[in-house]
């Protein structure tokens, strides 16, 4: 059961929701339900992120979703065309009350792998 999809838009915030939800169905039915939430949240959060933050709605950017399913895990990278950032984990506490972050920390507690290189975020839920 191996299966990539690889998008690239160039969108602003309104437009994502057709974008994710193409990917969604085709992955529908190929895991199973409960994988299937966390990856839609995954997705959701990462692409929001990359359009608000990296690339600051700015619609001449583009936002390059690649998700891999395999026997073993699924793979979500999205790459957004801006200047990257440093991210540290920290406990829930110091998210309670700011505006950005949380996302982000969302998507470290669905993942069981999570990485950031610059603008590139790389997240692996083993099935």
Do not use: P, W
């Not at 200047?83 to 506490?93: L, P």
């Amino acid at each position: 059961m191996d299966y990539r999809i690889e998008k690239k838009a160039y969108i602003d915030i309104d437009g994502i929701k057709d974008i994710i939800e193409e990917i969604l169905c085709h992955i529908r039915g190929i895991i199973n339900e409960n994988v299937f939430f966390n990856t839609k949240l995954i997705l959701y959060e990462l692409t929001i992120n990359g359009i608000l933050h990296g690339n600051h709605e700015n619609v001449n950017k583009g936002i390059c979703i690649n998700l891999t399913i395999n026997k073993s895990c699924i793979i979500i990278e999205v790459i957004d065309e801006g200047s990257g950032i440093t991210y540290k984990h920290k406990s829930f506490g110091d998210y309670d009350l700011c505006e950005s972050g949380r996302g982000l920390m969302l998507v470290e507690g669905l993942s069981d792998k999570f990485e950031i290189e610059g603008n590139r975020i790389k997240c692996v839920q083993y099935l």
